[in-house]
Every structure is written in structure tokens, then in C-alpha cells.
């Protein structure tokens, strides 16, 4: 069973920055792509960025492309979602999620694992 915890939300102003971490526990990381997703009230929770085991390939979001890194350090069993110049459209919670997996997977029930989110509010 794997637990996964997130950190690093908040508020910040537009145009601004914020880094995500997610630390996960009770398994072998590195046998698990990574993902980030994100969800407004009312709304289905939303792909935004995905990292295979290895860390070598990432997809994302398109709306995201180019503002957004994901990364992992599979040393400290941990992965990060970079954002900077943030927009108030990116105001949500956002999820990590972890699966046991060689693949990429953008859609949320391709995966086992959540952390609880953490909050990340842009103003305008």
C-alpha cells in the first residue's frame, strides 16, 4: 500500500510561482509512474503532468506545457510539480497519484494511489 503526501500549496498572485512535492512511503518508488491531477468544485479532476519510473519522459496538460515541470528524485522517493506563471484559471487542489506502471497514464483511474491535495489558490 502506498500513502502519498502532498505540500507546497498556497496562495500566490498571478504570474507567480509555486513548487509542489509529493513523498511517498510503503513502496518501491521507482516501480511507480507518477501523476499530477487537479479538480474545482463541481468539476472532474483534471490531468495536468505525468513522469514514468525512470523520470525520462513526461507528458502534460497542454494549458500547462511550457509553464509546468514534473519531476522525481527517486532517491528520496519524491516528486515535484514545478509551476510558474501561474494563471487564476490554475486555482484548484491539486492530487498526486501514483500506479504501478511502465506507461504514461493520463486519466485518473489508471490510477491506484491519491494524496489528500493541497490547495493552490492564484489571484488575479
Known amino acids: 500500500q502506498v500513502q502519498l503526501v502532498e505540500s507546497g500549496g498556497g496562495l500566490v498572485q498571478a504570474g507567480g510561482s509555486l513548487r509542489l512535492s509529493c513523498a511517498a512511503s510503503g513502496g518501491t518508488f521507482i516501480n511507480y509512474a507518477m501523476g499530477w491531477f487537479r479538480q474545482t468544485p463541481g468539476k472532474e479532476r483534471e490531468f495536468v503532468a505525468a513522469i514514468t519510473r525512470s523520470g525520462r519522459i513526461t507528458y502534460y496538460l497542454d494549458s500547462v506545457k511550457g509553464r509546468f515541470t514534473i519531476s522525481r528524485d527517486n532517491a528520496k522517493n519524491t516528486v515535484y510539480l514545478r509551476m510558474n506563471s501561474l494563471k487564476p484559471e490554475d486555482t484548484a487542489v491539486y492530487y498526486c497519484?501514483?500506479?504501478?506502471?511502465?506507461?504514461?497514464?493520463?486519466?485518473?483511474?489508471?490510477?491506484?494511489?491519491w494524496g489528500q491535495g493541497t490547495q493552490v489558490t492564484v489571484s488575479s
Open positions: 497519484a501514483a500506479v504501478r506502471t511502465s506507461d504514461i497514464p493520463s486519466t485518473s483511474s489508471r490510477y491506484d494511489y
